[in-house]
């Protein structure tokens, strides 16, 4: 009989070379699934964001067409600030812009617990236009935290 010199890994090392192949196929897998519920979670928190601003921005232009309706062609400062106290807007007087007497009136329109929406109409010689909208922060006790907590050189050990 002749025997044959035969080197074999045997089983071992293809059992070694699986098992490292599923683990890192799961490892993987779990960062895969950990990604994508951290995107929906965001996407969900932008989305109801979006729908939020543009419910309020809808609310802003149905209030504008109806302030605009109510002041369109008043010309009388006083009525014009009495107009728009009933109907829950600021009016402030602009004194004169290009020699005619403009007053501008605005009002908020709550986004959600921390956003609102104002939105300014300029009434001007009877003529009534939107000049700005734009976001505001409506939660004053918003604390930012500035202070950095870096090492000084000090041991906190005793010693």
Known sequence: MVKQNRHSSGIGGSLILIIFIVLTLTVFSVLTLASARN???????????STDYYA?????????GE???????????QEILNIAAENG????????????????????????????LKTVILSDNGKMSVTAQQIINSSSDIIIDDELNLWDGSSPFPG
């Open 39 to 49: 995107e929906l979670s965001m996407v969900t928190r932008t989305a109801k964001s």
């Open 56 to 64: 309020a921005e809808k609310e802003a232009a149905i209030k504008c």
């Open 67 to 77: 302030l605009i309706k109510l002041l369109d062609g008043v010309t009388d400062r």
């Open 89 to 116: 807007a600021e009016a402030e007087d602009m004194g004169n812009i290009d020699a005619v007497g403009a007053t501008a009136i605005s009002f908020t329109v709550d986004i959600d617990g921390n956003r609102s």
